[in-house]
């Protein structure tokens, strides 16, 4: 089941220019695309069309076409996109429920919402602790955990749902550094479990991680794509303001300095 | 459908979800225990005088406090919920009583008066009543129990949300403005001093609570239709509180009382 | 559509009917009783209405049209807004005002006069039975009813403009806005005054004991008026935004209907006391001879609107800290903003959400 973008342009409401233009995106399954660019550069805004929110929950216009499979998805409400596109915030507090006492509850909130069968719910509420890891904080208040561990959460709640695909944007944002190595861990399992996801981050390391293929975006255009260790090697990263990755950082310091960077790498890890 | 947690093929719910309470009294249906909180509170007011609260607070209050062991928990916390209002009550109807004519004392331009007295008393029982009822209840039941119980019966999802998100909404903006309060104080905001001070030293404290809760607003919708709470029609429940006939006729036995009791006030036989 | 407007004014007008004849109307009582009738008619017709439409369309479209997501969100955070906020005023601060409307008021603003009566209702039952202590209130669910009256005259208010911003306006405008509202709470208060006299006069009270104090109460509410127009024209010219005039002529009608339909409640359930910082002046009137009917709605005169023009007030500053975007998104929103709706450029291929 592909998630395919042509052609897309959005504009948020009251907005003069648009966010995003000319946006053309295949996500596969099973394939990790990551989504780079400065602050502002349309990655979040990227992220919600993609789920369907904008237009649907956040207003504003759209142009262009998604297809899910070849369906086009213009005509569907959010709750219908919902089962199939998840999406993940930054901020892993604000995505409780609020209505769950416990993280079990708050992890079978979505299939709940889906009104399907009792056992199912209990079942694929499991499946996804367990994909998570964090089955053993089950009965745990959702309200009292680490952000990283909230981030988790998050992610379990989504993947309760059996979406096709993951959009997250920035998961570790606002994650301290313990919170991003929980996270990042998690994803990268994730992905080589076969799960397909859109991941935004600011922090490319994330994405030499885990994202077979990349796109970069600048003021709402797409500036360079490609497999992930083609697009982080181009010199016009700089330009568009990503930061590189360390690893990256580290081999153009040597080559500046003089020094051998296979031997810096090695001395370094 | 009603029933408690059942051990189910595969999997079942962790332990800690829809565990029974410790007594029979914790064990009963959440509705069965509003709906005696309500028509106790109801009643309370219906019946006026002194010895229908009271005995209302002794049956419908202690009894059932009693059989559940919360009794100790029941007359600190009801006391303390009272406690302003008593005070307030007594002290305006002992001395600001107009028409009374029995003078216990006087202080100064103020006069205590018997019939003062007695109206206070009478509100008082009142509102012991009512608050030891709403005090049972809350330490009985779990107010996440109770919209669970509603929702199985039909109430819509979306008004169980606002029911259980205001719940746990308090206490979090507490902790908030808790947070932003040291903050703020390690900004030197200055929270002692003159009470004309104090309030100046809530503004910094309100405004970014309600701005920053109401920010967060937009981020909560878009994560809870990402989880398709919006989808029309009945969602599943994991589990329900039990309920049975007997219940469900005590439920109806206590309304009919209270309307009866309404009718009969109304009807001028009770004074 | 019309059928349900006429089922839910028939249930109204046959309520009031019963109420009318069913009531305690003697002259001591007859202000208040008036009062909660209405407000009993008012919730058989809003009962009526939804009865009506449920069975007509077995929904409730016209009503939960106006609940998307967002108002549902909103809701507990005004709640809780209102459950805390107005627990620390009864409890800590010995005031007599409320302030225990803010996010009724604000969900009127945003979302609508049905969301703002619900929100109020709501937030009122929970804060008696559900809200655990030290917050929890003791006497808040018979208010209920109030606070759905002041949640849905707030979303009429803003509905119609009230609460939109008009600042930089010229100085002829601001001038004449503060006449008409100076005029409008000078009339106001001199109807309450008379209405108030109507209602104790004929009770008679001892006017030989302290009459010192009557004079001293009526100094008081001279005082509180005298404070509001002279607040009103200093935000007037200082921000020169003429709303401040239309935020308290809002919050003054807003104080005086929640007055008349909650002192009968407070009156005839708790003797007037509710152990917050309004018992003094309760009080006060009770020494110079009022009974507790009039006693109460003498507080509440006083009380209610100046705590709901300050909460008008507060709502509208809150309101106007918030980015028009966000503000935009409520079903309301457009009517906070100022010049009224953004125009939207359309064009042949952009699109809003088809749902």
């Known amino acids: 089941m592909t998630l395919t973008l042509r052609g897309i342009g959005y504009r948020h409401a009251g907005a003069p220019r648009p966010a995003l233009l000319d946006i053309d995106l295949d996500l596969a399954d099973g394939t990790v695309v990551g989504l780079a660019g400065a602050s502002e550069a349309g990655k979040t805004t990227l992220c919600l069309v993609a789920s369907g929110l904008a237009p649907r929950t956040v207003g504003g216009r759209i142009r262009g076409t998604l297809h899910l499979d070849g369906e086009n998805v213009d005509r569907w409400p959010m709750h219908r996109l919902a089962e199939r596109i998840g999406i993940g915030f930054q901020n892993p507090a604000t995505q409780l429920s609020q209505v769950a006492g416990t993280v079990f509850e708050e992890v079978a909130f979505g299939p709940m919402n889906l009104g399907i069968d009792r056992d199912e719910v209990i079942d694929r509420t499991w499946e996804a602790l367990e994909a998570m890891g964090i089955e053993a904080l089950a009965e745990r208040d959702p309200e009292r955990l680490s952000g990283g561990q909230q981030q988790l959460l998050a992610m379990a709640g989504l993947l309760a749902m059996r979406p096709e695909h993951l959009v997250l944007d920035e998961p570790t944002a606002q994650l301290d550094p313990a919170g991003t190595a929980l996270v990042a861990d998690a994803i990268g399992r994730l992905a080589r479990s076969g799960t397909s996801i859109l991941i935004a981050e600011q922090k490319t390391d994330l994405l030499a991680a885990v994202a077979g293929e990349m796109v970069v975006l600048a003021e709402g255009r797409i500036v360079l794509r490609g497999p992930t260790a083609e697009v982080l090697a181009d010199p016009r990263l700089d330009e568009v303001g990503v930061a590189l990755p360390s690893a990256v950082r580290l081999r153009r310091a040597a080559l500046a300095a003089g020094l051998d960077p296979a031997l810096v790498a090695e001395t370094a890890a | ?271 | 559509m019309i059928t349900r407007w006429l089922a839910a004014l028939v249930g109204f007008i046959v309520v009031a009917g019963i109420g009318l004849v069913v009531g305690n109307f003697s002259e001591e009582q007859a202000g208040n009783s008036w009062a909660l009738v209405a407000a009993i008619a008012l919730a058989v017709g809003f009962v009526v209405y939804a009865g009506v439409e449920y069975a007509q369309t077995g929904g409730f479209a016209s009503i939960s049209s106006q609940f998307g997501m967002r108002t549902l969100a909103l809701m507990p955070v005004a709640i809780a807004i209102n459950i805390i906020l107005g627990a620390a005023v009864a409890n800590a601060l010995k005031v007599p005002i409320y302030l225990d409307s803010i996010g009724t008021i604000l969900v009127g603003a945003l979302a609508g006069p049905i969301p703002g009566a619900l929100t109020g209702f709501v937030a009122n039952i929970l804060w008696q039975y559900i809200i655990p202590p030290p917050f929890q209130g003791a006497v808040a669910a018979p208010f209920a009813i109030v606070a759905a009256v002041i949640g849905l005259l707030a979303g009429l208010f803003a509905r119609y403009g009230a609460l939109r911003p008009r600042p930089d306006r010229p100085m002829s405008q601001l001038f004449s806005g503060a006449v008409i509202t100076v005029a409008v709470v000078g009339g106001v208060s001199w109807l309450a005054f008379l209405g108030y006299e109507q209602i104790i006069g004929p009770a008679g009270f001892e006017v030989a004991s302290d009459e010192t104090l009557f004079v001293i109460l009526g100094w008081l509410a001279l005082a509180m008026v005298a404070a509001t127009v002279v607040g009103l024209i200093v935000l007037l010219f200082v921000r020169r935004d003429l709303t401040a005039a239309y935020v308290v002529v809002a919050g003054l009608v807003t104080g005086v209907v929640a007055a008349l339909i909650s002192a009968p409640i407070s009156a005839n359930l708790f003797g007037g006391v509710t152990g917050a910082g309004t018992d003094f002046l309760v009080a006060a009137f009770r020494q110079a001879g009022a009974d507790i009917g009039a006693a109460t709605l003498g507080q509440g005169l006083i009380s209610d609107p100046v705590d709901k023009i300050t909460t008008f007030f507060v709502v509208y500053l809150v309101l106007n800290a918030m980015a028009t975007r966000t503000k935009a998104r409520f079903p309301q929103g457009e009517r906070l903003i100022e010049g009224g709706a953004e125009v939207a450029e359309e064009g042949d291929e952009w699109r809003g959400a088809s749902t």
């Open chain 2, 1 to 271: 459908m009603a029933g408690s947690v059942d051990l189910i093929e595969g999997r079942s719910l962790p332990a800690a979800i829809g565990r029974p309470g410790p007594s029979a009294v914790h064990r009963l249906n959440p509705l069965t225990k509003a709906t005696l909180a309500t028509t106790t509170s109801v009643a309370a007011v219906v019946l006026g005088g002194l010895v229908g609260p009271l005995l209302l607070v002794a049956v419908a209050v202690v009894l059932p406090a009693i059989a559940a062991g919360v009794v100790g928990r029941l007359a600190k916390t009801a006391l303390l919920l009272a406690l302003p209002i008593a005070l307030s009550a007594f002290l305006v109807n002992v001395f600001f009583f107009p028409g009374a004519e029995t003078v216990l004392f006087r202080i100064g331009p103020i006069t205590a008066t018997a019939e003062g007295l007695g109206f206070a008393f009478e509100i008082m029982a009142r509102i012991m009543a009512i608050s030891g009822a709403v005090t049972l209840f809350y330490l009985t039941t779990r107010p996440a129990d109770l919209v669970l119980d509603l929702e199985r019966r039909g109430v819509s999802p979306r008004v169980a949300f606002v029911a259980n998100a205001s719940v746990q909404t308090v206490p979090a903006m507490v902790e908030r403005a808790a947070q932003i309060t040291a903050a703020q104080r390690a900004r030197g905001l200055d929270t002692e001093g003159s009470p004309w001070r104090r309030v100046r030293g809530i503004v910094p404290i309100v405004g970014p609570v309600i701005l920053g809760s109401i920010a967060e607003v937009e981020e909560r919708t878009m994560a809870l239709e990402a989880r398709a709470f919006t989808r029309p029609g009945r969602r599943t429940l994991l589990w329900s509180p039990a309920d049975s006939r007997a219940e469900s006729l005590v439920r109806w036995g206590l309304l009919i009382g209270l309307v009866a009791l309404i009718g009969l006030r109304i009807g001028g036989v009770l004074a």
